[in-house]
């Protein structure tokens, strides 16, 4: 029952800008950790950014400076705010959550579908 749905990607030229949204909808008890991935085709897994409950971030070395990932907890929503983008940027992002669904429940990975970001040169 639980769905992230990320939004915001597009087309921009190098050195623009990109605000990335993930939204989760269902029935939660908690958020704790929510995480950016990135992936390019034939490419690993990267992880781009994370934000804990408390707000604590952490980056991936490819993307500090440049990138900015915020939470707003009441509308159980998460951002990634991306300036001076590369072309090197180019993947499909996902957004991850760990949330607890009830009070009884456990921890559980929920990831979203997907929103394609292409930075052209």
């Known amino acids: 029952q639980v769905q992230l749905v990320e939004s915001g990607g597009g087309l921009v030229q190098a050195g623009g800008s990109l605000r990335l949204s993930c939204a989760a909808s269902?029935?939660?008890?908690?958020?704790?950790?929510v995480n950016w991935y990135r992936q390019a085709p034939g490419k690993q897994h990267e992880l781009v950014a994370g934000?804990?409950?408390?707000?604590?971030?952490n980056y991936g070395d490819s993307v500090k400076g440049r990138f900015t990932i915020s939470r707003d907890n009441a509308k159980k929503t998460a951002a990634l705010q991306m300036n001076s983008l590369k072309p090197e940027d180019t993947a499909v992002y996902y957004c991850?959550?760990?949330?607890?669904?009830?009070?009884?429940?456990?921890?559980?990975?929920?990831w979203g579908q997907g929103t394609q970001v292409t930075v052209s040169s």
């Open positions: 934000i804990s409950l408390g707000g604590t971030t």
């Open positions: 991850n959550a760990v949330i607890k669904v009830s009070s009884s429940s456990g921890w559980r990975n929920f």
């Open positions: 269902g029935v939660i008890r908690i958020i704790d950790d």
